[in-house]
């Protein structure tokens, strides 16, 4: 009998997500669609999951508590340590990857001379 789960209606197996390391450019990962693979790239069991225009944001819960270091200021809230950006299925209520065009606009948005210039 074959494993049904590989075939999940309505979620990506693999999907592009943004990984934005403090002090870094953000860069592409491609990674399986499950809450595993976003665990590992935040680094945190029960990570946070906030919702930014039509993306999601997925960040670390435990930043302040773990002394990480501020990364990026996102509509006022300082995201500490590493935190990834994947699409929002909000039909499915789940992840979905990021379009070339997505990556494009954030990788822009996310860059570390942006980031400086709204520090101003």
């Given at each position: ?78 995201v ?16 979905i ?24």
């Open positions: 009998m074959k494993d049904r789960r590989c075939f999940t209606i309505g979620r990506e197996l693999q999907m592009n997500v943004l990984v934005v390391k403090a002090n870094e450019e953000p860069f592409t990962k491609r990674v399986g669609n499950n809450l595993e693979n976003i665990r590992k790239i935040v680094e945190d069991e029960n990570f946070e999951i906030m919702e930014y225009e039509d993306y999601l944001i997925c960040y670390n819960s435990k930043g302040l508590i773990n002394s990480l270091a501020i990364n990026r200021y996102i509509d006022g809230l300082a500490r340590g590493t935190f990834a950006i994947t699409g929002n299925n909000r039909k499915e209520m789940d992840f990857g990021l379009t070339d065009e997505q990556i494009e606009r954030l990788t822009e948005e996310f860059t570390i001379d942006r980031e400086e210039d709204l520090e101003l």
